[in-house]
């Protein structure tokens, strides 16, 4: 049974794929690490993932026994562990932004000067039903941030045909995707019954949605808003697309319908999805809209930012890196 | 001191009205009626208003010696007793969509046949900020509904300056805005740690934003999407609008400081507006950002959809009809 | 593999068990009926359960081969339909009121009168930690109350060494224990930012607790009193005993360890706990503290009301009566 | 006009402090100071306040110079503060719990060395409804904390009675009591959809009640654990009192009534209430109910914990400070 290690495993998404492989039957959850809660017992934090094991520092030379790491850490400080893990011969999906953006100099505009950009052309990007291939192969996954995951599902179908014009894409997500680190926005006086945008104009996972939807064919700059909503998990996007030629509402939900043919964890519904109907779920739900008014195209995607938008897409990864059933461990 | 009655108190925004109006230092609150609670005192209902009046069944012949009426009724039911009201001498302001819409053919398409088309003419649309002087002098004033009241605040200064080619309206609303009636869709357990579209496509207020914007000069079919959200009240509209040529982000600035300069309840704030700024006030916020990245015009409206969206804006609009200032009893 | 079918299964509880059973390993899920939504699919009503059948109306010939029922029903109206299932052979997990109290008078005094007094007496009290024994040897199982359950789990140690002269039990409980009708007080409105007592001195699961404290040693009428929480499942009670005599920390969390040595789903826990912590498990939390100020011992007990406090008790059960882990299928 | 300033207004209780002063018609509010804000305007940390003041940093022979001050530092900072206005012949309210335990002992035990304790016998507890012909003359007021307030208010009448053999307060509150530092216990996804204890055994508001409760004439330590809800304002006490002799419905009913007689902010009300019908008000709401099954009376008291429980009170202890009435300015 292969053996994993989780990477930092005190934030939210490193302790739901700690949780996932602690439960998952094909794979041995090794050692959980974290930089900051070393020492303390994972329930301590989080007594709800009934994981038994304690969190340790970091040791390379401890950790690099095992076949493969899920690393959790924030963007610049994911590449130098990413790094070591990898000439230690382990098989890496990182969770951070590190290994996503194909252009190094994107990266660098976004984030910050990139400490291993010679690793960047052996990562694949993981989201899961577009490089599935690329994927079982790979030695480094990138996973996709949780919005870009939500994005590029909800419109690979319709860029690669090329029926994107224009795209808004307006997103409500829950607070959990702010990390678990207490500050002013996190507060519950400051989120409970309130509505905010954030990162207007500026979010950094907009660079991922137009280098992946550019990918499949549709070269436009998204405009992309995320609001912060009194919930914990679960991101629901509304993509308005302005189409480059008419569609009925059949040949749209046709599209779809055979792009995402035999895919496990996508569910094409019949109303607009809730984010409590993928809760703690792999699952993307896509709803599909033609408007006769005025032409426009509009799909929602719900997905549990925490799992699908990270921890369990990571896990779905591993599954096919080690030529398991995708699904096995989730459900 | 002129006396005014409240129609359908039983309901949140005629509630608040009243309890507006029974706090109102230039009007006496002299009856509210309610179709289903008669009998009852509104403080069972409403403790937190502590309105010590109850609840009657309308009687036409009492209420009708009152100098005005609040009509807080379902469109539909509303035109009858407005009809009334307006025959006794009474100034009216009606709540419901009924007198809303300029053509009765368009008003008959979305809700039902009109029971007296004959009135619309007599009505002013009750967007305090766009209708002021009309609003003085009429017998008959048509409060805008809640999205349209933020939508059209948001847009009217780029409609008016011939400057909207298309335009995306993501909105974000509290459950109050459904009603008191209890549903599955109103049910906590529904609503809580979820969000979800509703009406897509297919949402009553599009023809009422429509035919504002096209009287401002913005003849576009709008794409409206209303989302149902865990917060009570309050309601935030995210716009997203292709300019008809390029804005930079101090024009656009400009553009709004000039059309709402003194305005009282508009305030144009820095920061992307939480609906908490607004709780319980009768202000609309907004905010704005020419995006140099796509060129789009990003404008975000929050208001309190009982309050500004209904209530409070009744209150300014009956404030204006009896000479007083817009203001008074609104803070 | 035995065959089991819910009946009830569109509302919460129901609803679980069809989950539980649909995913458990050792039984097939053959049929769920509903008396208002047979015809439709359940994922219409509850898509995050991913239960691929449809409600049926209930037709006892055809329910009747199963080997086992589950009765989700309100009280009243369950018992016949037990009584029916009894009669064709089928072991039962009642979910309703109507066989746990075991004098009918004191069932008739605070619900209605009983449809089948008879049974009463083959019916075993379905508090798996106190009736495991009789559970598995049962034709019929009374799954106790969500309360009684979190109440009787928290009090039975001091109950059965004599050591409760009296005791205040206040309990906090999210509105899914309320049903999924549609009412005032289940409103998203009139529930969100709220705490509000409700069943003050009358509540139905008191006299259920006494029963069972008085069957342990403890025959004390209870103080009880349930509060309203804007969340949406769990439960968490509050237990203040005043002891028979003086007793230390270490004397009372000695009591409780022995007693529960070897439980799989109590969790003796070393700081209060949260209802998330148990939340969409079979685990009741249990927190002990003798406090030196007042000599009183205060006992915190959370629990998921739909699942310890019914439907995940209820599976539990249901592997005991067939020779099965207690816990297969919860995890 | 007398002039007032409010120290420490960042913090929420000294920013609604500020709020009700700036539109308090017999107040001027001179300055506002905060240690860490200094600098910023009031409404960029509370845009819903809209108080037109910016924080300043604390220079005591500017603020020297007003008629009196609201004090809303942490206990331990207040009291040094606290004598430097006194000092200067300011008239001072102060929301810290530097002066509300008459022992300087009972202090350092619960809290710290006490800075000033020559100024404890000079300050007058600030519970309006017990206290009020003490405050109008006092020069310092010592204002309660939020849950002495809500349970001394709850237990007063049945105290001075001699009625009160025993009591249980179990205390459910809001995060905003929990102050506006971000903690990982007022994280949003730490609250929401959960209720938890805290402070078992050992709050600091304990020996408060006590103190009130014994000069009342029922000295009996209280049972008191509070418990943290996903709201955000709002304060309920369950109080469970074991009477010296038995009391009727109506024997209860009567004494609270006599007790309460004229109170401006009191509200005995029919139905256990819910904290929203006391929502940013200076009410106490009182429910009362003789339990016949155990003979217990059972009291619930309602407050805002930021408003009665702290900012709104001291507001109506100043009015009386300055020969006001108690009420203006607040409703």
């Not at 709800?48 to 094991?53: E, K, Q, S």
């Not at 703690?280 to 549990?304: M, P, S, W, Y």
Request: glycine share 8%; net charge negative; with cysteine.
């Amino acid at each position: 049974m292969p053996s994993v290690v989780v990477i930092g495993a005190s934030g939210y998404a490193g302790a739901i794929a700690a949780d996932l492989l602690w439960r998952h039957p094909q794979f041995e959850l090794a050692a959980i690490t974290a930089r900051e809660d070393a020492g303390r017992p994972l329930h301590e934090l989080y007594p709800h993932h009934r994981v038994p094991l304690t969190l340790e520092q970091l040791e390379l030379d401890r950790v690099g026994r095992a076949d493969a790491a899920i690393v959790a850490y924030p963007h610049g400080t994911a590449a130098p562990v990413v790094a070591e893990l990898l000439a230690r011969g382990l098989r890496v999906v990182d969770l951070s932004a590190d290994f996503r953006l194909r252009e190094v100099s994107v990266y660098e505009h976004w984030y910050v000067p990139h400490p291993h950009p010679e690793l960047i052309e052996r990562a694949v990007y993981g989201l899961t039903e577009l490089y599935r291939a690329e994927i079982a192969a790979a030695a480094l996954v990138a996973c996709p941030g949780c919005f870009p995951t939500a994005a590029i599902l909800a419109l690979a179908p319709l860029a690669a045909a090329g029926l994107i014009a224009d795209v808004v894409i307006d997103a409500k997500t829950g607070v959990s995707g702010m990390g678990k680190q207490p500050r002013d926005a996190n507060h519950f006086v400051a989120v409970t019954e309130n509505v905010r945008p954030y990162g207007v104009g500026a979010h950094r996972h907009m660079p991922e949605i137009d280098q992946e939807l550019a990918a499949l064919g549709a070269p436009v700059p998204v405009t992309f808003t995320p609001h912060l909503l009194p919930i914990d998990e679960g991101e629901l996007l509304s993509c308005y697309v302005t189409p480059t030629r008419a569609l009925s509402q059949a040949e749209l939900e046709g599209l779809y319908a055979e792009r995402y043919a035999g895919e496990p964890f996508i569910e094409l519904v019949a109303t607009a999805p809730g984010v409590r109907d993928v809760r703690e779920t792999n699952v993307c739900a896509l709803n599909l809209h033609a408007d006769e008014r005025t032409g426009k195209l509009f799909v929602f995607a719900a997905i549990d930012n925490l799992w699908k938008g990270t921890a369990s897409q990571a896990i779905a990864n591993l599954n096919l890196m080690f030529g398991l059933d995708e699904g096995l461990g989730l459900r």
